[in-house]
């Protein structure tokens, strides 16, 4: 495909530049359309790439800062479009397991759409943030273009456009990728939306992949207390067990006490991690 949309590209400049002065108002209106559709070919075609890969690549899971990542694709967009003020929120905390590029390619297109129909709005605002509840879910919220809910299944089908091509700009492969995405990680992806007062964007990761919007120093927190809970009782475990099963001198008794504490101690700290005693 790419071959002859180069040949097609490459003979269009040509005329562009060196026939350019025998070519009437609408001969030359006829070029830059030819232009202009051999770009907008070139930028399918890397949307099915992207569309292949993400079906195909291999998944590598483990744990992923949303929020630091949703951050960094903020100030990418930012960096882009210096001219535009948006209001931004990101939820601070937010983990989740799974392949961290997958996971980045999600928040791109997400927040990107998010910013690309707040275009036209004044006060235009932006939200990644987690929802608690049944089925807690990640979302990304504006107050942009939004659509008619009557569409909504046509969102996540590759080359289905909600918008004409004049109001937003876009390959319209959609948010198939997402989709694909998240289904790959066991989850789903769902839409709430009212036509011209925005769109809010839900995905939701099975437990397993998902932290709940609870961060990681809360489950090393957690991990880390039932470890020191478990470290205090267990002299007296001990002690009763070993009263139980035998008899032992009083000299005997706490170098057994103290071995076995040693050794699960150690079994312990090798499946937490180097928690360290206070």
């Known amino acids: 495909l790419r071959a002859p949309l180069r040949s097609i590209g490459g003979f269009s400049s040509v005329l562009a530049e060196d026939y350019a002065a025998v070519l009437d108002a609408d001969g030359q209106q006829h070029l830059d359309r030819i232009v202009k559709s051999v770009e907008h070919m070139g930028s399918l075609i890397e949307a099915l790439l992207g569309l292949a890969k993400v079906s195909k690549a291999r998944l590598s899971t483990e744990p992923v800062d949303l929020s630091a990542a949703a951050s960094q694709v903020v100030e990418d967009l930012r960096a882009a479009n210096p001219e535009r003020t948006v209001a931004l929120s990101i939820q601070p905390g937010l983990w989740a397991r799974g392949d961290r590029a997958l996971l980045n390619v999600v928040l791109v297109n997400l927040l990107g759409n998010a910013w690309k129909f707040t275009a036209r709005t004044e006060g235009a605002r932006v939200e990644f943030g987690f929802q ?3 089925e807690p879910a990640f979302y990304v919220r504006d107050n942009g273009a939004g659509f008619d809910m009557a569409q909504a299944k046509r969102l996540f089908a590759p080359f289905q456009r909600l918008h004409q091509t004049s109001d937003f700009a876009g390959t319209g492969i959609g948010l198939a990728p997402v989709r694909r995405i998240i289904s790959r990680h066991g989850g789903r992806i769902w839409a709430a939306a009212t ?20 961060t990681a120093a809360c489950s090393s927190a957690t991990g880390a207390l039932n470890f020191g809970r478990m470290f205090i009782f267990l002299p007296s475990i001990i002690f009763l067990e070993t009263s139980r099963l035998c008899t032992v001198s009083e000299t005997v008794a706490p170098i057994l006490i103290q071995c076995l504490m040693r050794s699960a101690f150690n079994s312990m700290r090798s499946t937490r991690g180097s928690y360290e005693p206070t």
């Not at 011209?196 to 397993?208: D, M």
């Open 132 to 134: 608690p509840g049944n």
């Open 195 to 214: 036509l011209g007062e925005g769109a809010t964007l839900f995905f939701s990761l099975p437990p397993s992949a998902s932290r709940c919007g609870v």
